[in-house]
């Protein structure tokens, strides 16, 4: 795997690490559970996860599928996820409201939604991996609040958006007291 695949994946695994430890942290039966009227539920997250995963997903396949056949191999230097877009997934004083096609319908148990995500993860890895070694840093796609990102950025935006998550789940089991 090209270098710059593994900084991003690796990044990427230890996020899904993190968060399904903090999953793991919420007993199972506390899962579906809002821990009050105006916020989600640990699965109702994971849901969230999964359906941006899903969204993220479709536009990296369909860059990588509308530019590989053109693409040299990777020889530039990776251009990380800009320090302010860091900064903002990080953010969690600051509240923000998922788009309408992200939210959640919380009709999934916590393990169904969890078996979408990593389902939409393995599409990613899928994708991606079929064109390691590629120049990806070269293949861009739009995102509609933080601009063009490069396939690597996108990447690490998934394991920034994971990271943000983690911690609303952290907070979610420590409001419920487990």
């Not at 999953?23 to 969230?48: G, I, L, T, Y």
């Not at 230097?77 to 004083?93: F, G, H, S, Y």
Request: hydrophobic residues 45%; proline residues 4%; negative net charge.
């Amino acid at each position: 795997m090209h270098p710059h695949l593994e900084n991003v994946f690796s990044r990427l695994d230890r996020a899904r690490a993190a968060l399904r430890a903090a999953v793991d942290r919420v007993p199972s039966d506390a899962r579906e559970v809002r821990p009050a009227p105006d916020r989600w539920s640990a699965a109702e997250v994971v849901e969230h996860l999964s359906i941006v995963e899903r969204i993220f997903g479709e536009r990296i396949e369909k860059a990588i599928q509308d530019r590989a056949a053109g693409l040299d191999r990777e020889g530039a230097d990776r251009a990380k996820l800009p320090d302010p877009i860091e900064a903002r997934m990080a953010d969690r004083v600051n509240k923000r409201n998922a788009v309408e096609a992200a939210l959640p319908t919380g009709t999934l148990t916590c393990e169904a939604a969890w078996a979408a995500f990593a389902k939409g993860h393995e599409r990613v890895s899928a994708a991606v991996g079929a064109a390691d070694g590629l120049a990806l840093g070269e293949v861009t796609v739009d995102h509609p609040f933080f601009g063009t990102l490069t396939i690597y950025q996108w990447i690490e935006l998934m394991a920034a958006h994971e990271g943000r998550h983690t911690e609303q789940i952290q907070e979610i089991a420590a409001s419920l007291a487990v």
